[in-house]
């Protein structure tokens, strides 16, 4: 009997991972003008129209702004809240505050996606290996888009790599339940999903040209969380703090190329 090999994930041509990749330098660019000015006493609706004017000076739109009615082009999510913080005046920056930021861009049709988390001032321990944990995991799961791999393997190394981070730092962390990654390319959220654990060797193939945004979120406590009574923003149920990273990435034939990458100048 002939078995059928899985379908690929989703890839894109040369010619279209350049235009990819350019929507996600200027994505890279906004989140480095973000954190630049992210400092105590700064709102994050300020942060947002930083974002905003640079990927619009660019020559870029903001992915996030009127998606399904969000009102930013960031996501602006502050200690407890995970994902899907809405800009706003009234949320002011603290010393010790732990601030996560994604944005997106489209370029040219094709949209960049990606995601960081950053102290503000000095952080505690805890914090501080909360967001090198998740860090970690991000890396992990970007190590594995390699060809003829599988959608889970991703996902599995996500969740080797926050294991890792525990024995490393002495200390449990919540692996935020219902949330992961996604396709991405001409629309921000494409299939398939893809989960932040699991067991590898499942779903469909890695290929080269496949592109996914790999974002694991990482809390100091519970995987559960709540969305408020705006619809979007996403809190820990016990109130502990989360972190947050993600970038876009493509499988290449020499090993995962990052799509979003951020200018270190």
Request: charged share 25%.
């Given at each position: 009997?002939?078995?059928?090999?899985?379908?690929?994930?989703?890839?894109?041509?040369?010619?279209?991972?350049?235009?990819?990749?350019?929507a996600g330098e200027i994505v890279g660019s906004a989140l480095v003008a973000v954190r630049d000015a992210a400092k105590v006493g700064v709102s994050t609706l300020?942060?947002?129209?930083?974002?905003?004017?640079?990927?619009?000076?660019?020559?870029?739109?903001?992915?996030?702004?009127?998606?399904?009615?969000?009102?930013?082009?960031?996501?602006?999510?502050?200690?407890?809240?995970?994902?899907?913080?809405?800009?706003?005046?009234?949320?002011?920056?603290?010393?010790?505050?732990?601030?996560?930021?994604?944005?997106?861009?489209?370029?040219?049709?094709?949209?960049?996606?990606?995601?960081?988390?950053?102290?503000?001032?000095?952080?505690?321990?805890?914090?501080?290996?909360?967001?090198?944990?998740?860090?970690?995991?991000?890396?992990?799961?970007?190590?594995?888009?390699?060809?003829?791999?599988?959608?889970?393997?991703?996902?599995?190394?996500?969740?080797?790599?926050?294991?890792?981070?525990?024995?490393?730092?002495?200390?449990?962390?919540?692996?935020?339940?219902?949330?992961?990654?996604?396709?991405?390319?001409?629309?921000?959220?494409?299939?398939?999903?893809?989960?932040?654990?699991?067991?590898?060797?499942?779903?469909?193939?890695?290929?080269?040209?496949?592109?996914?945004?790999?974002?694991?979120?990482?809390?100091?406590?519970?995987?559960?969380?709540?969305?408020?009574?705006?619809?979007?923003?996403?809190?820990?149920?016990?109130?502990?703090?989360?972190?947050?990273?993600?970038?876009?990435?493509?499988?290449?034939?020499?090993?995962?190329?990052?799509?979003?990458?951020?200018?270190?100048?």
């Amino acid at each position: 009997m002939a078995f059928r090999k899985p379908k690929p994930v989703p890839f894109r041509t040369s010619g279209e991972l350049d235009v990819m990749a350019a929507a996600g330098e200027i994505v890279g660019s906004a989140l480095v003008a973000v954190r630049d000015a992210a400092k105590v006493g700064v709102s994050t609706l300020e942060l947002d129209e930083i974002a905003e004017a640079v990927i619009r000076d660019a020559g870029a739109v903001p992915s996030f702004k009127g998606y399904h009615g969000f009102t930013g082009s960031i996501c602006a999510s502050v200690n407890q809240v995970v994902v899907h913080g809405i800009p706003s005046a009234d949320v002011i920056l603290a010393e010790h505050d732990l601030v996560s930021i994604d944005c997106g861009a489209i370029y040219d049709g094709w949209h960049g996606d990606s995601a960081w988390t950053f102290g503000i001032g000095e952080l505690s321990q805890a914090d501080q290996e909360l967001n090198d944990a998740t860090r970690l995991s991000l890396e992990a799961g970007i190590a594995a888009m390699v060809p003829d791999g599988r959608l889970t393997d991703v996902s599995a190394a996500i969740e080797r790599g926050t294991r890792a981070a525990e024995r490393k730092f002495g200390r449990a962390f919540g692996i935020v339940d219902g949330y992961g990654g996604h396709g991405i390319g001409r629309e921000m959220h494409m299939d398939p999903f893809l989960p932040n654990e699991g067991k590898p060797n499942r779903g469909p193939r890695l290929v080269v040209g496949s592109t996914l945004a790999i974002e694991p979120m990482l809390t100091l406590g519970t995987s559960d969380t709540s969305v408020l009574d705006d619809d979007w923003t996403v809190v820990t149920d016990d109130g502990t703090r989360a972190s947050h990273w993600e970038h876009t990435v493509v499988v290449t034939e020499d090993g995962p190329r990052i799509l979003t990458v951020r200018p270190t100048a």
